[in-house]
Structure formats: structure tokens, C-alpha cells
């Protein structure tokens, strides 16, 4: 169904669809955190996918030219980008912890395309993994 996340959620009865998807937008509304718990109120799974400002070219491009990196999936300067919300995939597992979500499955998704499965506790945890390698990220969720 679209519309505005940050402001149509709300009219929605709770569990009223098997599953929703927001992709490539979490990060793009104004509070996160109320449209995620929304989903997690309307549907009985929900799917958000999202970049991932962690990944390995993003802190690169920043360290070495000292300005808000552009990417192929983050191709905006950083006056005109509808991203509000920069996070990166270890942030957003941080994020369905504090709505009470259980992440049924994570996949990382490489920069050609290809998404591998992931361990979401893999993210927090140490410098290497997902969090540095993987361009975006798909979680499959449900209230815990």
C-alpha cells in the first residue's frame, strides 16, 4: 500500500497484513523508530531493507577525501539527500531490539546484487564481518 510512512502507518489496525515491505526507506523517514513499530504492529512479518552506512567504500571515500561519500546506492550530495537517518546495519539490529522485533532471517547484500544469509549478532560484535562488507542489508522481522 503506499503512502507516507512517517504519517499513514498509524491509521492501520494492527496485524491487519500477512507481511509489509520498506525498502530502501527506513532510513528516509522521519522517526524510525515509530514506523518501525508500526510494521511490526500491521503486519505479522515485515521486511525492511536498507544501504548500510557502515560498508568498507562509504568509510573509505570519508576518510580519504574528508566529505560525505557518494556511492552508487548513495548517490546524492549530502544537501539533497532524502537520507535523514544514516546507519549502518549493526545500528539498525540495534534498532529492532529497542522495538522488541525478532529478526526471523538477515541477508547482506553485495554491491552486484547478490545477498548471502547473515548472523545479525555477527554485527555488533568486532570490526570485520557484514557490517564492513555488505553494501545494504535485508531483515525479515516479527514482534517478539
Not at 507516507?4 to 492501520?12: I, P
Not at 528516509?28 to 518501525?36: D, G, S
Not at 525492511?48 to 568498507?56: A, E, K, T
Not at 545500528?91 to 546484487?113: K, M, P, R, S
Request: aromatic share 6%.
Amino acid at each position: 500500500v503506499p503512502g507516507d510512512a512517517d504519517t499513514d502507518l498509524a491509521d492501520y489496525p494492527a496485524q491487519v497484513f500477512d507481511a509489509v515491505i520498506l525498502s530502501q526507506t527506513i532510513q528516509a523517514t522521519e522517526q524510525p523508530m515509530t514506523v518501525l513499530n508500526h510494521l511490526l504492529r500491521i503486519g505479522r512479518r515485515t521486511a525492511v531493507s536498507l544501504p548500510n552506512f557502515g560498508y568498507w567504500k562509504v568509510r573509505a571515500a570519508l576518510l580519504a577525501g574528508g566529505r560525505m561519500p557518494r556511492t552508487r546506492s548513495l548517490d546524492h550530495n549530502w544537501y539533497d539527500t532524502p537520507n535523514i537517518h544514516l546507519c549502518t546495519l549493526a545500528d539498525f539490529v540495534d534498532l529492532t531490539v529497542a522495538c522488541g522485533a525478532t529478526i526471523v532471517e538477515a541477508h547482506a547484500l553485495a554491491e552486484n546484487g547478490h545477498a548471502r544469509r547473515m548472523d545479525p549478532r555477527r554485527l555488533t560484535h568486532g570490526l570485520l564481518g557484514p557490517n564492513l562488507f555488505a553494501q545494504g542489508g535485508v531483515f525479515l522481522l516479527k514482534k517478539a
